[in-house]
């Protein structure tokens, strides 16, 4: 993979403002790292399940982008496993398990920071043929 694939999926806005760092970007798989704050948390101080899938769709969006070429998400399901529990950061690892046709099939777990698995995830993303760059509105 090119060095300026990893770097354009670093600069995503959104990751930035959630607090998600992409670790890690090979060929058709991600790792990204969010560190919990009071932000993240909802009215039971809990982690916002909201958050959770935020972390594991940046991780997607990495993984799926991966290739060089745009892709965007056509359809993603999250199963919560268990609660976080008081945990500093959250970690989800994606990688692609298929593919069909432009369509290429991820399957995406979050953990905790003592290993345990407290999400799951099963997405989909069309691939394009378009480069990376092309359009893209990051800074």
Same mark, same amino acid.
């Given at each position: 993979?090119d060095?300026?694939?990893?770097?354009?999926i670093?600069?995503?806005?959104?990751?930035?403002?959630? #607090?998600?760092?992409?670790? %890690?970007?090979? +060929?058709? /798989?991600?790792?990204? =790292?969010?560190?919990?704050?009071?932000?993240?948390?909802?009215?039971?101080?809990m982690?916002?399940?909201?958050?959770?899938?935020?972390?594991?769709?940046?991780?997607?969006?990495?993984?799926?982008?991966?290739?060089?070429?745009?892709a965007?998400?056509?359809?993603?399901?999250?199963?919560?496993?268990?609660?976080? #529990?008081?945990?500093?950061? %959250?970690?989800? +690892?994606? /990688?692609?398990?298929g =593919?069909?046709?432009?369509?290429?099939?991820?399957?995406?777990?979050v953990?905790?920071?003592?290993?345990?698995?407290?999400?799951?995830?099963?997405?989909?993303?069309?691939?394009?043929?378009?480069?990376?760059?092309?359009?893209?509105?990051?800074?």
């Amino acid at each position: 993979m090119d060095d300026s694939v990893f770097e354009a999926i670093k600069r995503d806005p959104f990751a930035e403002r959630m #607090g998600v760092e992409v670790l %890690l970007v090979e +060929e058709g /798989r991600a790792v990204a =790292r969010m560190e919990i704050s009071d932000s993240h948390r909802n009215f039971l101080g809990m982690v916002h399940g909201g958050a959770i899938f935020s972390l594991a769709d940046v991780a997607f969006s990495a993984a799926a982008n991966s290739w060089g070429t745009r892709a965007m998400a056509i359809h993603i399901t999250i199963d919560y496993l268990a609660a976080p #529990g008081d945990t500093p950061y %959250l970690e989800a +690892e994606v /990688r692609k398990t298929g =593919r069909a046709g432009r369509a290429c099939h991820y399957g995406m777990q979050v953990r905790n920071s003592s290993g345990e698995v407290i999400a799951v995830l099963s997405g989909w993303a069309y691939q394009t043929k378009k480069d990376l760059a092309e359009g893209a509105t990051y800074p």
